[in-house]
T-cell receptor, first 112, second 112 residues
Framework: EAGVAQSPRYKIIEKRQSVAFWCNPISGHATLYWYQQILGQGPKLLIQFQNNGVVDDSQLPKDRFSAERLKGVDSTLKIQPAKLEDSAVYLC??????????FGPGTRLTVL | AQSVTQPDIHITVSEGASLELRCNYSYGATPYLFWYVQSPGQGLQLLLKYFSGDTLVQGIKGFEAEFKRSQSSFNLRKPSVHWSDAAEYFCAVGSNDYKLSFGAGTTVTVRA
C-alpha cells in the first residue's frame, strides 16, 4: 500500500514570496491533516479535512495560509506572503475513520 | 485541552543497552496515546498506540510502552537498542475527536 505522498521535499524562497505544497493521502483515507513542525518542536496541527470539508482550522494563520482539498483526495497548502518564521517542515497526514494518522515525508521550507 | 511533556530533550545510549523514554500527558478523559519515530529527513512513523485494554502495548521494531493512568504516563521502552534506533521520538495524546497534541520530542543518540 502506498503511503502519504508530498511534494516538493524541499523549498527555499525569499520572504514575501508565495509557496504551495501538495499532498496525496493514502487511498481511501477520508481525513487529511496538515501540520507545521518548527525545528526542535513537535508537529502542530494547522488544519484538518474530512473528505473535502474543513473540520478544524483554528490554528491556521488565515491571513497568510490557505488550504484546500478538492474532490476529497489531494490537498494543497499555500502560504502568501511567507515570513521568516514560516521556516519549518510541513507534514501531511491521513487517517481512516480518524483513529491512527499516517504521515508523509514532509516538505522542508526555508524562508530567507 | 490536552498536552504532552517529554522531559528528556536528548538521551545517549550504548548499542545493546536498554532505553526508556518518558512521556507525561494531561487530558481530562481517557486518552488515546501514540509514539512516533522520526529519522532525519523523514516523516513520522507510528511505533505503537494505546486506545484501551491491556496497558502494556507492543509495537514495531521491538518497542513497547506502558500506560499508567495513576501517573499520567506512557513511557516507551526497548530492551536492547540498535544503531538504527538513533532518531527523534515523539509522544502524542489524542482527544475524543482524534486530534493529536505532540510533545517536543526526545532525540536518541546511539554510541557504538
Amino acid at each position: 500500500e502506498a503511503g502519504v505522498a508530498q511534494s516538493p521535499r524541499y523549498k527555499i524562497i525569499e520572504k514575501r514570496q508565495s509557496v504551495a505544497f501538495w499532498c496525496n493521502p493514502i487511498s481511501g483515507h477520508a481525513t487529511l491533516y496538515w501540520y507545521q513542525q518548527i525545528l526542535g518542536q513537535g508537529p502542530k496541527l494547522l488544519i484538518q479535512f474530512q473528505n473535502n470539508g474543513v473540520v478544524d482550522d483554528s490554528q491556521l494563520p488565515k491571513d497568510r495560509f490557505s488550504a484546500e482539498r478538492l474532490k476529497g483526495v489531494d490537498s494543497t497548502l499555500k502560504i502568501q506572503p511567507a515570513k521568516l518564521e514560516d521556516s519549518a517542515v510541513y507534514l501531511c497526514a491521513s487517517s481512516l475513520a480518524e483513529d491512527t494518522q499516517y504521515f508523509g515525508p514532509g516538505t522542508r521550507l526555508t524562508v530567507l | 485541552a490536552q498536552s504532552v511533556t517529554q522531559p528528556d530533550i536528548h538521551i545517549t545510549v550504548s548499542e545493546g543497552a536498554s532505553l526508556e523514554l518518558r512521556c507525561n500527558y494531561s487530558y481530562g478523559a481517557t486518552p488515546y496515546l501514540f509514539w512516533y519515530v522520526q529519522s532525519p529527513g523523514q516523516g513520522l512513523q507510528l511505533l505503537l498506540k494505546y486506545f484501551s485494554g491491556d496497558t502494556l502495548v507492543q509495537g514495531i521494531k521491538g518497542f513497547e510502552a506502558e500506560f499508567k493512568r495513576s501517573q499520567s504516563s506512557f513511557n516507551l521502552r526497548k530492551p536492547s537498542v540498535h544503531w538504527s534506533d538513533a532518531a527523534e521520538y515523539f509522544c502524542a495524546v489524542g482527544s475524543n475527536d482524534y486530534k493529536l497534541s505532540f510533545g517536543a520530542g526526545t532525540t536518541v543518540t546511539v554510541r557504538a
